[in-house]
């Protein structure tokens, strides 16, 4: 029998959760159906712009992610006292981004005066919406609805498209956060759709590599929802996806217990490695990461902490040393 979600994540144990959430029957979030004919590839753009979209208006971090053809994989981290913090109307800001909300809501945003009674209702109002802004649940609700309603409408039919709830998994130790991030990374890889870590579309490997990842260089995704109508609104900053140890620009942010260079050098041996029941790995004839990249250690740590400078053109052969 399944367990209540609030049993299942607790943020006493730990905020890093590994989650899945799966196509129902044939239906395919992406690629292509051989049954059909048809293709389904620009679905995977859907949800990658989404999860960028809803980390920036939730208090949900991600650390890595990967979009497959029936499922996807996050993990991510939950700061609830993050949205804690933010004023009322800041957390009205994030969610009429989504939603445009009762009429008294609207007529606030609108900057209509509000009497004593309204004033306080608003207040009631605003508490609801800064709960569920720190909600795994209501995030994932926030993701797979809209997903489901465009698959649905662009294939002419009704019904369930999600494939039950989502499933979440506890990581409790930085080991298993690492492993469960590089499981994620290497998700085309083991499935035979990528021959290699930085040639896998739609994940956050490729993202960090290609430095897309970062808050100046998400705004594309934003123009993108705006064109489907998925925001009313976007005012507020981009959240890169989750820094490494070598990354952090201030000290008491939450930081991966690792140092960028390290991980990737992670994901590509463990890639190297046959696993039953798994399709492919990374050939192990080919070069170290890095060295696929063109780059060593030291540029690699020159270009991932000055990267405007050096993806200035998207090429990552630039930031090679002369």
Same mark, same amino acid.
């Given at each position: 029998?399944?367990?209540?979600?609030?049993?299942?994540?607790?943020?006493?144990?730990?905020?890093?959760?590994?989650?899945?959430?799966?196509?129902v029957r044939r239906a395919f979030l992406c690629g292509?159906?051989?049954?059909?004919?048809?293709?389904?590839?620009?679905?995977?753009?859907?949800?990658?712009?989404?999860? /960028?979209?809803? *980390?920036?208006?939730?208090?949900?971090?991600?650390?890595?992610?990967?979009?497959?053809?029936?499922?996807?994989?996050?993990?991510?981290?939950?700061?609830?006292?993050?949205?804690?913090?933010?004023?009322?109307?800041?957390?009205?800001?994030?969610?009429?981004?989504?939603?445009?909300?009762?009429?008294?809501?609207?007529? !606030?945003?609108? #900057?209509?005066?509000? *009497?004593?009674?309204?004033?306080?209702?608003?207040?009631?109002?605003?508490?609801?919406? /800064?709960?569920?802004?720190?909600?795994?649940?209501?995030?994932?609700?926030?993701?797979?609805?809209?997903?489901?309603?465009?698959?649905? %409408?662009?294939?002419?039919?009704? #019904?369930?498209?999600?494939?039950?709830?989502?499933?979440?998994?506890?990581?409790?130790?930085? %080991?298993?956060?690492?492993?469960?991030?590089? !499981?994620?990374?290497?998700?085309?890889?083991?499935? #035979?759709? %990528?021959?290699?870590?930085?040639?896998?579309?739609?994940? *956050?490997?490729?993202?960090?590599?290609?430095?897309?990842? /970062?808050?100046?260089?998400?705004?594309?995704?934003?123009?993108?929802?705006?064109?489907?109508?998925e925001v009313n609104h976007f005012d507020v900053p981009?959240?890169?996806?989750?820094?490494?140890?070598?990354?952090?620009?201030?000290?008491?942010?939450?930081?991966?217990?690792?140092?960028?260079?390290?991980?990737?050098?992670?994901?590509?041996?463990?890639?190297?490695?046959?696993?039953?029941?798994? /399709?492919?790995?990374?050939? %192990?004839?080919?070069?170290?990461?890095?060295?696929?990249?063109?780059?060593?250690?030291?540029?690699?740590?020159?270009?991932?902490?000055?990267?405007?400078?050096? !993806?200035?053109?998207?090429?990552?052969?630039?930031?090679?040393?002369?």
């Amino acid at each position: 029998m399944p367990r209540a979600r609030k049993h299942l994540v607790c943020l006493s144990e730990t905020p890093y959760y590994h989650v899945t959430s799966r196509c129902v029957r044939r239906a395919f979030l992406c690629g292509f159906d051989r049954v059909s004919g048809r293709s389904y590839e620009h679905r995977r753009g859907w949800i990658e712009d989404r999860i /960028r979209l809803l *980390s920036s208006l939730f208090s949900v971090t991600l650390c890595a992610y990967a979009v497959m053809s029936n499922h996807y994989h996050l993990v991510v981290r939950l700061s609830p006292d993050e949205s804690d913090r933010w004023t009322d109307d800041q957390v009205l800001e994030h969610w009429t981004t989504l939603f445009r909300g009762p009429l008294l809501v609207q007529r !606030y945003r609108a #900057g209509e005066p509000m *009497s004593t009674a309204e004033a306080a209702t608003l207040r009631d109002i605003a508490a609801v919406y /800064r709960k569920r802004l720190g909600s795994l649940s209501w995030f994932m609700k926030c993701l797979n609805e809209p997903v489901a309603r465009q698959a649905n %409408a662009e294939d002419g039919c009704t #019904g369930h498209f999600w494939e039950a709830r989502f499933h979440s998994q506890p990581l409790r130790s930085e %080991a298993a956060l690492l492993t469960a991030m590089a !499981y994620v990374d290497l998700n085309p890889v083991r499935a #035979g759709i %990528a021959s290699t870590p930085e040639r896998s579309e739609y994940t *956050s490997i490729r993202a960090r590599i290609e430095g897309s990842y /970062r808050a100046s260089t998400l705004r594309g995704a934003v123009s993108r929802l705006s064109e489907r109508r998925e925001v009313n609104h976007f005012d507020v900053p981009m959240r890169p996806l989750m820094r490494f140890a070598d990354e952090a620009e201030d000290p008491v942010e939450p930081m991966l217990p690792m140092k960028q260079h390290e991980y990737l050098k992670l994901v590509d041996q463990t890639g190297r490695i046959a696993v039953h029941g798994k /399709r492919s790995r990374i050939d %192990a004839s080919l070069s170290p990461i890095l060295a696929r990249l063109g780059l060593s250690t030291e540029d690699w740590l020159r270009c991932s902490t000055a990267f405007r400078q050096y !993806y200035r053109s998207g090429d990552l052969r630039i930031a090679r040393s002369a």
